[in-house]
């Protein structure tokens, strides 16, 4: 199967959010539910938890005819998207609002040994822990929204992935993690196929076909002058290697200064 991870619209609309995307919110739902003895829907804002001015939007949109429309934050329920009915349940101390209201990291320590605390890892794993599980998804970048449906296919195996410049715009330390995120991708039997031309992609892909040329072609040799070769060869390959590094190096100076200036 073919994956293709672009920094496009992923299927989302203004009740969408990281939450409902990765298919955890039923689950912090029915913690609510079984806390207070009452139905799950009470803690949906698409359904029956939902601010009756807004209808769970968290937002009034005026339709300004041929102009575009106007959002403005709700001025009932202040764009948490619950009827204060909803708000008075608790579950260890906070409403549903607060909860939602939270960073991915802080509902990680939250939520503790929840069994949907590994999907929300997969967005601390992307650079994505700032997030908060109720932001809606149309206020993310294109870049944030690829990252969050790469964080969704983490546990895929045998794939084919399709990224369009995965780290673009990203800063250095974000292009790091998410570098070591593509090897252990690779190491999970899943292959790989970048569109961009950061420095950092190109410089981790051609150290691997290098590798791989000194793995695959260190064999037995017929003749003296065919072992002779192939030592120049992996001397040139590890001399190919040597150069990228230091590039590679010059480059992280260079924007190391940037970032003090």
């Keep these: 199967e073919v994956i293709s991870i672009r920094q496009k619209d992923i299927g989302i609309n203004l009740r969408s959010t990281p939450a ?8 912090i739902r029915a913690l609510f539910a079984k806390a207070n ?3 799950q829907a009470y803690f949906s804002f698409n359904s ?13 949109i005026s339709d300004m005819a ?17 009827s204060e009915e909803v708000l008075k349940y608790q579950y260890k101390g906070k409403n549903i609002a607060e909860v939602m209201d939270m960073t991915v990291r802080q509902a990680i320590q939250f939520f503790e040994d929840a069994d949907f605390v590994k999907k929300l890892d997969t967005l601390v794993q992307v650079g994505l822990g700032y997030l908060h599980l109720n932001q809606s998804m149309t206020t993310l970048s294109g870049g944030e929204l690829q990252r969050v449906k790469l964080a969704s296919k983490l546990d895929e195996r045998g794939q084919i ?8 715009g990203l800063h250095l330390d974000d292009i790091r993690r998410l570098m070591k995120l593509f090897n252990q991708m690779t190491d999970q039997g899943n292959n790989r196929c970048h569109d961009g031309h950061t420095d950092h992609i190109v410089t981790d892909v051609l150290h691997k076909l290098v590798d791989n040329y000194i793995k695959h072609t260190d064999i037995c040799h017929d003749s003296e002058e065919q072992d002779r ?5 992996c001397g040139r390959a590890g001399a190919l290697k040597s150069t990228f590094d230091q590039v590679s190096d010059l480059t992280d100076g260079v924007i190391s200064t940037k970032d003090k200036n």
Excluded at 20 to 27: C, K, P, Q, S, V
Excluded at 161 to 168: A, N, V
């Design 48 to 60: 029956k938890g939902a601010c009756p001015a807004c209808q769970g939007k968290g937002v009034i």
């Design 66 to 82: 041929y102009m575009d429309s106007i959002e403005t934050v709700c001025e009932v329920c202040h764009g948490t998207r619950y």
């Design 20 to 27: 409902t995307y990765l298919d955890i919110a039923d689950a």
């Design 229 to 233: 070769e192939h030592k120049q060869c």
């Design 37 to 39: 003895h009452v139905a």
């Design 161 to 168: 992935f399709i990224l369009d410049e995965p780290t673009d």
